[in-house]
């Protein structure tokens, strides 16, 4: 018995031996690796530049006459140089500029920057000014004898006198400027002063009368500073009357100093 008990503690023994062998032979498990770190993001790529931008240009007025103006406006962003041709050439970002041209111009705008360039064009219509108005007619140059024919005045006389009466004197008066101006005008013309009397009296003494008329009508004229070279007198007496009844008017219409040019 003492035997087997022995026995069976060598069997229990070994095993126990066996099979602390087995587990020391045994591997023991590898711990997994721990998981990579999370890749860092990618710094952004920076942003392109901002390309050049024109906002707005314009031309006011868009039509004009030659001679007259107009002024362009623009405005620019992200521009490093900016121009307008026709020899307006480098400008601000923002800015206005007067121009006159003398046809129909356009006008470019070109705005360059970093990221790129841009432009622009306005065009002003010239149009020609409307023709000035013709100018007047010249006047008519009226002779010497064509002012006399229209604006000289007759002395009048009463019956029998050469004396300058009042109204006479008046119309002297304006005979003498006319014929200043007529002088001034032509400085060859020369003037008759004519005497003429109504029909009552002999031929002979109606010519010693109208020759006393002339001669103070022409006095007169020369007082009133009418050079006394460029007149003359004659008489006619009663030969050429302007009218022929028999009545006081006629005979008033006839007693008179008369200007003719001389020839």
Not at 31 to 56: G, M, Q, T
């Amino acid at each position: 018995m003492r035997m087997k008990t022995r026995t069976l503690g060598a069997v229990v023994f070994t095993a126990a031996l066996l099979m602390s062998v087995a587990a020391c032979k045994k591997k023991a498990p590898v711990p997994a690796p721990p998981p990579p770190a999370p890749a860092a993001a990618p710094a952004p790529a920076p942003a392109p530049p901002a390309a050049a931008r024109i906002n707005s240009f314009t031309a006011e007025p868009r039509t004009i006459e030659r001679g007259q103006s107009a002024t362009l406006r623009w405005s620019v962003a992200n521009a490093t140089d900016i121009s307008i041709d026709n020899g307006l050439g480098a400008v601000q970002a923002n800015g206005t500029r007067q121009v006159f041209p003398s046809n129909t111009a356009t006008y470019t705008l070109t705005a360059r920057g970093a990221g790129g360039t841009d432009s622009r064009s306005v065009t002003v219509e010239v149009s020609a000014p409307p023709p000035p108005p013709p100018p007047p007619p010249a006047a008519a140059r009226i002779s010497g004898a064509d002012m006399l024919g229209r604006e000289a005045q007759d002395a009048y006389f009463d019956y029998d006198k050469s004396d300058i009466r009042d109204d006479a004197r008046q119309a002297l008066t304006r005979d003498a400027d006319l014929l200043k101006r007529i002088f001034q005008a032509d400085p060859s013309f020369s003037v008759v002063v004519e005497g003429h009397c109504d029909e009552r009296g002999s031929a002979e003494y109606n010519l010693g009368l109208g020759d006393r008329r002339s001669t103070a009508a022409k006095e007169f004229l020369v007082q009133l500073g009418v050079p006394a070279d460029r007149v003359r007198t004659i008489s006619y007496g009663k030969e050429r009357p302007v009218c022929t009844d028999a009545d006081e008017a006629c005979y008033q219409r006839n007693r008179h100093a008369h200007l003719v040019p001389a020839q």
